[in-house]
């Protein structure tokens, strides 16, 4: 069964220090995964995805299949950060039909 | 263009009444997936529609849930004899499916309170 595990409700960083959200996830298959992002009172929107590599908004996250984990981190964190994060596993022939996702990490970047 | 939208953005109902969510997708988008978001736990996917077809229902916590999509385009999911357990806040979201294109937009949900 996929699941997808978010230890921390609440993260509280201050500005211009690091900052990681940690993940970890179950699947027996080869996983894709995403990071989602919500706003405060804006829609849920994808972040990043792990198979892009890409750097959005200075977050990174890389695939640890060892350690089955897909912590997001940035190395200085800004007021704008502040957010609700949501790791997701995607399932399904595509690997995004059918997201599992986690309970989410409030982040509040203390100025 | 236009993004996901969902009404009614609040539905208070009275327990043991029967509710209808809307949602409009992205024009073009072929998938359609319908989540669950309950205070204090992470969003709960409910079904995914393919088109009109809807490949995995098995995220529906009881037969008092259903959904269908029509046109390739509207779905609506009905609650029947609402209960307080359901009082949560709906999602609904679109994609296109293919190996390139894995990114779902989501609308901004419909809160339901049953009293």
């Known amino acids: 069964a996929q699941r997808v595990t978010q230890p921390e409700k609440l993260l509280s960083v201050f500005k211009g220090a690091p900052v990681e959200l940690k993940c970890n996830y179950s699947?027996?298959?080869?996983?894709?995964l995403f990071w989602y992002v919500q706003y405060s009172r804006q829609r849920l929107q994808l972040l990043l995805r792990?198979?892009s590599r890409e750097s959005i908004k200075g977050f990174t996250a890389d695939l640890n299949k060892g350690e089955t984990s897909f912590h997001l981190k940035k190395p200085f964190a800004q007021e704008e950060d502040s957010a609700m994060y949501y790791c997701?596993?995607?399932?399904?022939?595509?690997?995004?039909?059918?997201?599992?996702f986690g309970t989410g990490t409030r982040l509040t970047i203390i100025p | 263009g236009a993004g996901v939208s969902q009404s009614p953005s609040n539905k208070v109902t009275e327990k043991g009444k029967d509710v209808e969510l809307r949602c409009d997708p992205i024009?073009?988008?072929?998938?359609l997936y319908w989540y669950r978001q309950s205070l204090g736990q992470g969003l709960e996917f409910l079904i995914y529609?393919?088109?009109?077809?809807?490949?995995?229902k098995s995220g529906l916590p009881s037969d008092r849930f259903s959904a269908e999509r029509t046109g390739g385009s509207v779905s609506t999911l009905t609650i029947q004899r609402t209960q307080q357990e359901d009082s949560a806040v709906y999602l609904c979201?679109?994609?296109?499916?293919?190996?390139?294109?894995?990114?779902?937009?989501f609308g901004p949900g419909t809160r339901l309170t049953v009293t």
């Open positions: 979201a679109s994609s296109l499916v293919d190996a390139l294109s894995y990114e779902q937009y």
């Open positions: 699947y027996s298959g080869s996983p894709e």
């Open positions: 792990h198979i």
């Open positions: 997701a596993l995607g399932g399904g022939n595509f690997g995004n039909e059918k997201l599992t």
């Open positions: 024009s073009g988008h072929t998938a």
């Open positions: 529609f393919q088109g009109n077809s809807a490949p995995d």
